[in-house]
């Protein structure tokens, strides 16, 4: 399983425009610091889409990453035929041997049959090119539905992309995530997180944290995708609160990736 970056290691840098702050770091930017710190992979999410990029920058990018021979893995939101037939393209250029989806998008939620459907008909060219469709477990669905898309589709082809946080959305934890999606688990996306009560008791906090650092038994969750022979990669992602001001908040992002790389070094 090998360690890596993603452009949702820094959220903050890549722009969260909702809340004013734009982008400050380049996927560029990303590759030099992942070789910098001795990172292999990279996996370009929605915060950075591929698509959006003129020939001359992906060009630029494609001789990069040989340069610092750096895995480039795919990223993209919206399961539709039309965006996973651009995209596959784009997992060639960069040779990712597998495509992460998110399924939604805005004003986009297929249903189980609807995306069951669109799977089926691209499955031929995701065996054509060699590419494993990773659905991420994204806050909707719950994990049994997601494995029994996989089940109905083709488990050879079609696997997940294993986030530790995002099922807390449809009210899962990583136990039951773990217990019915890691035998399809292609990619794992570590995410740590603290819950807390709030101070006047009714309810809970839930933020990220620097991996290790938080509930996750980070450990104990990559042994369990051990047992399986399909996860090839252990991608960082993080959840930090914003700060005071912009510059704290960028700082404050980048201390915990580094932290976060430091502890994960140490357990793979």
């Known amino acids: 399983m090998k360690l890596g ?17 734009s982008p400050r770091m380049s996927l560029s930017d990303l590759l030099h610091f992942a070789h910098e710190h001795k990172v292999e992979r990279v996996q370009v999410g929605d915060n950075c889409p591929l698509h959006h990029m003129t020939l001359a920058n992906l060009e630029h990018l494609t001789q990069l990453v040989g340069h610092l021979g750096i895995q480039i893995e795919v990223g993209t939101r919206r399961l539709s035929i039309e965006n996973l037939e651009n995209y596959l393209a784009f997992a060639h250029i960069f040779r990712s041997s ?11 939620c297929p249903d189980p ?29 719950p994990a049994r539905v997601l494995r029994n898309i996989i089940e109905q589709t083709d488990p050879e082809w ?36 603290r819950i807390q009560r709030w101070p ?3 309810g809970f906090r839930v933020e990220g944290c620097p991996a ?5 038994n980070c450990p104990e969750i990559i042994a369990e995708l051990k047992k399986y022979p399909r996860c090839e990669s252990l991608t960082l992602e993080l959840w930090s609160s914003p700060q005071h001001t912009e510059a704290e908040t960028l700082q ?9 790389l430091d502890y994960l070094k140490t357990i793979l």
């Open 158 to 193: 079609v696997g997940i992309c294993l986030d530790t946080a995002n099922s807390l959305g449809a009210n899962e934890g990583i136990q039951t995530v773990l217990e019915t999606l890691a035998p399809y688990t292609v990619n794992l996306h570590l995410k740590d997180i």
């Open 5 to 21: 970056l993603s452009t949702y290691s820094f959220p903050w840098a890549f722009g969260v425009p909702i809340l004013g702050y």
């Open 212 to 216: 290790g650092q938080g509930v996750l």
């Open 200 to 202: 006047h008791l009714m």
């Open 98 to 108: 597998f495509l992460r989806v998110v399924i939604d998008d805005l004003n986009y």
């Open 252 to 260: 404050n992002e980048h201390n915990g990736v580094l932290e976060s």
């Open 113 to 141: 049959d609807q995306i069951r459907a669109i799977i089926l008909k691209m499955l031929p060219a995701f065996k054509a090119a060699g590419v494993v469709l990773a659905i991420e477990n994204h806050d909707r669905f």
